[in-house]
Structures are given as C-alpha cells and as structure tokens.
C-alpha cells in the first residue's frame, strides 16, 4: 500500500513539474521562441523616460459631494513602550 502511495504521489508530482515548462507550440518550428513587444507610445517633448503616471483633479463640489475632509499636519514624538 505504501508503494502504490509513492508511486501516485511521484506522478502527480512529475506531472505538476511538467506542465510548469515552456508553453512552446509543437509541430515544425518548435525550436523557435516568438517575442511579443509592447507597442511604444509616442514620446512627448520635456518628458524624457519618465514613468506614465495618471493624476487625478476633483473640482470643490465633487469634494463635497464625497464628503472628502482635509487637515492639518502634527509634529508629534512617538514613544515606544
């Protein structure tokens, strides 16, 4: 019984091993690895390589009508106990 345990657990592990490999279509060209390329935006003068960020702007009555509340900042000292 401790035979047939092991062996089950060897082949779903061989198994599990297999299908993590390279997702490679088989046939005549299966020796070659295609490369997707990400389509590049047009560059923007003044921006360099600078990461795209998305900034967002809230007029005051679309802050009002989410109930956003702004403060202060406080200098405070933490104490560790």
Partial sequence: MKFIGKLLATAILITFLNSCGDKTQKGAD???????KKPEAPKEEGHGDEESSTIASLTQDQ???V???LGIVEDKTLQLQ
């Fill in 63 to 65: 802050i009002k009508a």
């Fill in 30 to 36: 299966s020796t070659k690895v295609s490369e997707v």
């Fill in 67 to 69: 109930g956003i509340t």
